[in-house]
């Protein structure tokens, strides 16, 4: 019944040609239901735009797509442009920290390194074949210092509304290597709005104390509305040591009953253990971010310290593997 698959589903590739992320290489992906979404290829192959039919699941922020560049202390802000999934590692994770000889920005340099795309794969109905992808890899490098290759690869299935996310992070040095990882997943409007519920399971605690939004036994699964407490850069951040099932999966997302829409993140408790949920809810800047990551966002000297900091030893692999799923309810 059809000539060309992408009357289906697929991947099409191309670049930017207009404003600040002019030039920029992006891969849109089309499940064939209502699920398509925008990667970013010189931006770790993050996940920018997520739409399900007419509703956004994701927030963007206004610095929108930018091309990659080296940052220092707080200047990752600024080309933090939101998205389904920002990728903060591969060695730090948390504020600006320096060692005297290695200054480590806000969430680490892996978002500034490009992809070189190793494939992609089509889906071929007509083979009985529903099934695409496409695979990447990244490299965290420096003269004389750490050497991580993050190669990573989205998977999908015609007609399903989820995305399959396989990392896998190597230490091609030829010294033990610091890593931390964190999956930085920012849900927008309108899926998330006044009186949306967040998932999860598990104990929390504020990272704050003092955080008036998080004391006292707050509700914070249900999402709040616009608020003065949360203009410029003050936020809510909660630490959480989610609970897997029977089969060691965790998970969490958003519940809007308005739009009849439930996104869900599924993630493996022995490859992140921990899960954070970020919440702004500013007038005319309104996201949450739920993160599954190997730490809490504290930077590596402070998970050093800890005795929490993962060391990869040279040709060690470490595998993570994430689902993003949409239902209509």
Request: with cysteine; proline share 6%; hydrophobic share 35%.
């Amino acid at each position: 019944m059809i000539s060309n698959v992408r009357q289906i589903g697929g991947i099409e590739t191309s670049i930017l040609d207009n404003g600040a992320g002019r030039g920029s290489r992006i891969a849109w992906v089309n499940t064939g239901s209502k699920l398509r979404f925008k990667l970013l290829l010189d931006r770790a192959m993050d996940i920018s735009d997520a739409f399900y039919g007419e509703n956004c699941l994701c927030w963007l922020s206004g610095t929108g797509q930018v091309p990659p560049a080296k940052c220092r202390d707080f200047d990752w802000l600024g080309r933090f442009g939101g998205g389904l999934l920002v990728t903060c590692g591969l060695s730090h994770i948390g504020p600006p920290e320096s060692d005297g000889i290695k200054n480590r920005c806000l969430h680490g340099d892996i978002s500034s390194c490009a992809a070189e795309i190793e494939s992609v794969k089509q889906p071929d109905p007509y083979a009985g074949d529903n099934k695409f992808s496409i695979t990447g890899a990244m490299d965290e490098v420096s003269v004389f210092g750490p050497r991580l290759r993050l190669r990573r690869t989205f998977s999908c299935e015609l007609g399903k509304a989820q995305i399959h996310l396989r990392d896998e992070v190597c230490n091609l040095g030829n010294e033990s290597a610091p890593h931390m990882m964190l999956y930085h997943c920012n849900l927008g409007w309108p899926l998330v709005g006044e009186d949306t519920l967040l998932e999860w399971n598990g104990p929390w605690r504020p990272a704050n104390p003092d955080d008036p939004f998080m004391r006292g036994g707050s509700d914070i699964k249900m999402c709040r509305p616009p608020s003065d407490l949360h203009s410029g850069a003050k936020e809510s951040v909660a630490f959480i040591n989610p609970e897997p099932d029977s089969a060691g999966r965790c998970s969490c997302g958003a519940i809007n009953k308005k739009l009849g829409l439930r996104l869900k993140i599924e993630f493996f408790k022995n490859q992140l253990p921990c899960l954070v949920n970020w919440q702004h809810w500013g007038r005319r800047e309104y996201v949450t971010g739920l993160e599954p990551g190997t730490n809490f966002p504290i930077g590596q000297a402070a998970a050093e310290r800890a005795g929490e900091l993962i060391r990869l030893q040279p040709m060690e692999t470490r595998v993570y593997e994430l689902k993003f799923s949409i239902e209509e309810i």
